[in-house]
């Protein structure tokens, strides 16, 4: 699938201050790998809002970048990353289950 593909080449980057633009994020993360693009969101204004995402080339350049760069300082702001879409962003919790219960098991 097209979409699953894009998405795995994918981080979204959060927590971004307005003196960032697309130029210097694909400058500061090309560290990890031949990019795409960047796109950083906006608002219907067309306000740059304070997150944005960055498509790589290959798959394998996006946990690279996030363990290199998730925590970077830029423009006195903690940048925070994600994977992309592409992969689940939360857990399932389960109660009340017997302590024999395995994952096989459910």
Same mark, same amino acid.
């Given at each position: 699938?097209?979409?699953?593909?894009?998405?795995?080449?994918?981080?979204?980057?959060?927590?971004?201050?307005?003196?960032?633009?697309?130029?210097?994020?694909? !400058?500061?993360?090309?560290? =990890?790998?031949? *990019?795409?693009?960047? /796109?950083?969101?906006?608002? %219907?204004?067309? &306000?740059?809002?304070?997150?944005?995402?960055?498509?790589?080339?290959?798959? !394998?350049?996006?946990?690279? =970048?996030?363990? *290199?760069?998730?925590? /970077?300082?830029?423009?006195? %702001?903690?940048? &925070?990353?994600?994977?992309?879409?592409?992969?689940?962003?939360?857990?399932?919790?389960?109660?009340?289950?017997?302590?024999? *219960?395995?994952?096989?098991?459910?």
């Amino acid at each position: 699938m097209q979409i699953q593909k894009e998405a795995d080449k994918t981080v979204f980057v959060a927590n971004l201050g307005s003196s960032a633009n697309e130029e210097i994020i694909f !400058e500061l993360f090309l560290q =990890a790998g031949p *990019l795409k693009k960047v /796109t950083i969101a906006r608002d %219907r204004e067309g &306000r740059q809002r304070s997150y944005g995402f960055v498509y790589y080339k290959h798959a !394998e350049a996006v946990p690279y =970048a996030i363990a *290199l760069l998730n925590g /970077t300082w830029l423009f006195g %702001r903690q940048i &925070r990353l994600q994977y992309g879409t592409g992969r689940p962003l939360f857990c399932i919790i389960i109660k009340n289950c017997s302590f024999q *219960l395995t994952h096989l098991d459910l």
